[in-house]
Nanobody, 115 residues
Framework: QVHLMESGGGLVQAGGSLRLSCAAG????????TNWFRQAPGLQRELVAS???????YYADSVKGRFTISRDNLDYTVYLHMNSLKPEDTAVYYC?????????WGQGTQVTVSS
């Protein structure tokens, strides 16, 4: 099993920055990719960014150039650095760990961007 805990959400003005953290525990060796998803009220959960075990990254078009995903390889904490935040970035952000057997989710952290 893999356990995930997000932190770092909050309220920020448009144009500001936040850094989300996803601390992982358990069978870290089984993780093939760690992903950040977000879900705004009334909308489907969407993939924002991903980092593979080998370090390859992926970004949704809506966040390219503004968000950066990174990982501390010592403790496997994954970060989402969010710059130039927009009101449409407001959502609950979830960390997800993909393994061959299952997907694991954190509890989510709220990000609110005021205009």
């Amino acid at each position: 099993q893999v356990h995930l805990m997000e932190s770092g959400g909050g309220l920020v003005q448009a144009g500001g920055s936040l850094r989300l953290s996803c601390a992982a525990g358990g069978m870290l060796i089984s993780i093939s990719a760690t992903n950040w998803f977000r879900q705004a009220p009334g909308l489907q959960r969407e993939l924002v960014a991903s980092i593979s075990r080998g370090g390859n990254t992926y970004y949704a078009d809506s966040v390219k150039g503004r968000f950066t995903i990174s990982r501390d390889n010592l403790d496997y904490t994954v970060y989402l650095h969010m710059n130039s935040l927009k009101p449409e970035d407001t959502a609950v952000y979830y960390c997800n760990a993909a393994t061959p057997g299952a997907d694991y989710w954190g509890q989510g952290t709220q990000v609110t961007v005021s205009s």
